[in-house]
C-alpha cells in the first residue's frame, strides 16, 4: 500500500526558504510513480497544484511558485523533493504531496493524482 507521507514543514520568516520532502513509507521501491507533485491549501481557499515532475524529470509549474519553487526527486524516485524560496505569506498552508503511476498521463500542476500524503504545515511570518 501507498503510504505518501510529507516532511519538513514548519515556520519560516517572509523572504525565507524552506524544502519539503515526501516519502512513500509504505512498499518503498516497489511504487514507482509516474508523475508526483505537491499542492497547497491555505486555509478556507481550495487545493492548489503548485509544481509537478513526471518519469522523464520534466517539471511543471504554478504561475505563482515559478522561479521560486523547484520539484525533484531523488534517483530511484522514492522521495520527493521541493525548495521554495522568496516565501511570502501568501505561501502559508498545508503542503500535500501526491502520485500516480499511470505511464503517459496528464502530469502537470494541479493535474489529477491518485495516491496523497497527509500534509506538512508552513506558516510564514511577515
Known amino acids: 500500500k501507498v503510504q505518501l507521507v510529507e516532511y519538513g514543514g514548519g515556520s519560516v520568516q517572509d523572504g525565507g526558504s524552506l524544502r519539503l520532502l515526501c516519502a512513500d513509507s509504505?512498499?518503498?521501491?516497489?511504487?514507482?510513480?509516474?508523475?508526483m507533485g505537491w499542492f497547497r491549501q491555505a486555509p478556507g481557499k481550495e487545493r492548489e497544484g503548485d509544481a509537478a515532475?513526471?518519469?522523464?524529470?520534466?517539471?511543471s509549474y504554478a504561475y505563482s511558485v515559478k522561479e521560486r519553487f523547484t520539484i525533484s526527486t531523488d534517483d530511484g524516485r522514492n522521495t520527493l523533493y521541493v525548495k521554495m524560496s522568496s516565501l511570502s505569506p501568501e505561501d502559508a498552508g498545508m503542503y500535500f504531496c501526491?502520485?500516480?503511476?499511470?505511464?503517459?498521463?496528464?502530469?502537470?500542476?494541479?493535474?489529477?493524482?491518485?495516491?496523497w500524503g497527509q500534509g506538512t504545515v508552513v506558516t510564514v511570518s511577515s
Open positions: 509504505g512498499y518503498t521501491h516497489i511504487y514507482t510513480p509516474a508523475c
Open positions: 501526491a502520485a500516480h503511476r499511470i505511464l503517459g498521463y496528464d502530469c502537470y500542476a494541479g493535474s489529477w493524482f491518485k495516491d
Open positions: 515532475i513526471d518519469s522523464d524529470g520534466n517539471t
